[in-house]
């Protein structure tokens, strides 16, 4: 990373990135509960009367480190901050954060730009 100029657009990227790849993990499911029932053997008439099961992309292992720093660099900014990049990391709407913020438009956008900011100047200190 110390190769990496970062500015605040790069960081942003960089959120958003890691939150796709926070979607593409598996869901984590309760230990010790399983089924004992058969499995059902289903006629090929069935199957092709059944929707199709969405394909499932896992990401990559550079996608969960990269996921892993960014968890690193929120630990550098406040509370009300890192609910602030992650929700637009989230593509979560201006408006709807405003309006969670208590502010306009204009003042949660500047915030989300300082807290990137922030974050891009800690990573080009390293």
Excluded at 11 to 37: C, I, M, S
Excluded at 46 to 65: D, F, G, H, L, N
Aim: glycine content about 2%.
């Amino acid at each position: 990373m110390a190769d990496r100029d970062w500015t605040a657009d790069c960081v942003a990227d960089h959120f958003e990135e890691a939150f796709r790849t926070l979607r593409k993990l598996p869901p984590v499911k309760a230990q010790g509960y399983f089924n004992t029932w058969p499995d059902i053997v289903r006629t090929s008439r069935e199957i092709a009367a059944m929707e199709p099961q969405p394909m499932r992309v896992w990401p990559s292992a550079a996608a969960i480190t990269r996921l892993e720093q960014t968890f690193d660099w929120v630990l550098w900014i406040e509370e009300a901050e890192r609910k602030l990049v992650w929700s637009r990391a989230a593509r979560v709407p201006w408006k709807q954060i405003s309006g969670e913020l208590g502010c306009d438009r204009t003042t949660a956008w500047r915030r989300w730009q300082l807290a990137l900011t922030k974050i891009a100047a800690r990573l080009n200190a390293q």
